[in-house]
């Protein structure tokens, strides 16, 4: 089933040609694979208007499922742009559209979106970097409130709504001097730390695969896990989930924190062991910031976690959201025109690996 939006109703131009929706001009033909019309005015504007910018045909509507009509109606395209909740690339859609020689994708992750042959088929390009953005900047705020103990003045301001002496009751709080750790030097990581180098504080990095070169480029120290984990006023969380780092913040990293210590998650929740996370938020030693959690989003209801007043739980809003999407769409148009002229990506993903 395709959604029934098309270029006449979404207010863009229209090619004389009859027959499928398009945006007209002729530098090839692309298609939009989305998880709803939403996503896409978001990304593009309520009228698309960013589409405008792309020298090809859009054939409209927007794909939300690949059934044998869709497939036919878009077998000569060349480009295909995807998102969030966009129907998988199968090898029956690889075979399905012989012309497609590149996908753009509006997300970051893309390693569930496309079947082997149709990795080998086209070439692939991400807003991943894009994306890092918001959830690099949601992290700086988070460390900088965190370091200010601005989370338990609160609450102690609303419990005791009384006068409170803030040099006795907050004699560590401040942004100077304050450690922080960075676990994992991601393309996200590397930007959080880019944004921490204005303030007066020390910050620690864990990452395995971080060379000499580059721990003297980011201008950081690197250190075992455990003694990050244990030296840090605040750690961030920036590695993807695998095996590898699957529950790598277990008891053994969290009991080292410091009392009154934060842990900061915009990774994914299965990096932390939750059991072992919540013994030690319930108790109150350590602070906690959960952007993402395992389950992911949300915890079940009867998880003491909502109820600890030192845990603040988001719903995954550090990436890319509301106004953030259209900075996403206006990278996706320019690189979608960068396909259809055989150009290379500027954000391209490697899928030989």
């Not at 900047?137 to 988070?142: K, N, Q």
Request: charged share 20%.
């Amino acid at each position: 089933m395709t959604d029934v939006r098309s270029a006449e109703s979404a207010g863009v131009k229209q090619s004389a040609s009859s027959g499928n929706s398009r945006i007209a001009t002729s530098a090839g033909r692309y298609a939009l694979a989305l998880g709803s019309e939403l996503l896409a005015t978001r990304l593009f504007g309520d009228d698309f208007e960013l589409l405008a910018d792309v020298p090809g045909e859009a054939m409209l509507p927007i794909v939300t499922e690949w059934d044998d009509a869709t497939l036919e109606r878009l077998a000569e395209i060349d480009v295909l742009i995807t998102g969030w909740g966009a129907p998988p690339l199968t090898d029956r859609v690889a075979d399905a559209l012989p012309n497609l020689k590149a996908v753009v994708h509006s997300g970051g992750a893309t390693h569930s979106l496309l079947s082997p042959r149709m990795q080998r088929k086209v070439r692939l390009s991400s807003a991943g970097e894009v994306n890092s953005i918001p959830v690099a900047e949601y992290s700086l705020a988070m460390i900088l409130l965190s370091c200010k103990q601005v989370f338990q003045s609160q609450r102690l301001f609303r419990d005791t709504r009384a006068a409170i002496n803030r040099e006795v009751a907050f004699p560590d709080a401040g942004n100077y001097g304050q450690t922080v750790g960075i676990v994992g030097a991601s393309k996200i990581g590397r930007h959080v730390i880019e944004l921490l180098r204005p303030f007066a504080l020390r910050v620690l990095v864990y990452d395995p695969y971080l060379t000499e070169q580059e721990v003297a480029e980011l201008g950081v120290e690197r250190v075992p896990l455990l003694e990050v984990m244990a030296a840090s006023d605040v750690v961030s969380l920036h590695v993807p989930l695998n095996d590898e780092t699957t529950h790598m913040i277990g008891a053994e990293e969290l009991a080292v924190m410091a009392p009154g210590a934060t842990l900061l998650n915009t990774a994914r929740g299965g990096v932390v062991d939750l059991d072992a996370l919540e013994r030690e938020l319930v108790s109150g030693r350590i602070d906690a910031i959960l952007d993402v959690t395992d389950p992911f989003e949300p915890l079940p209801a009867h998880s003491p976690l909502w109820d600890c007043s030192n845990v603040i739980i988001t719903p995954h809003v550090a990436g890319s959201m509301g106004t953030e999407l259209r900075r996403m769409g206006q990278h996706v148009v320019e690189e979608v025109a960068r396909a259809l002229h055989d150009e290379e990506f500027v954000a391209p993903v490697d899928t030989s690996l």
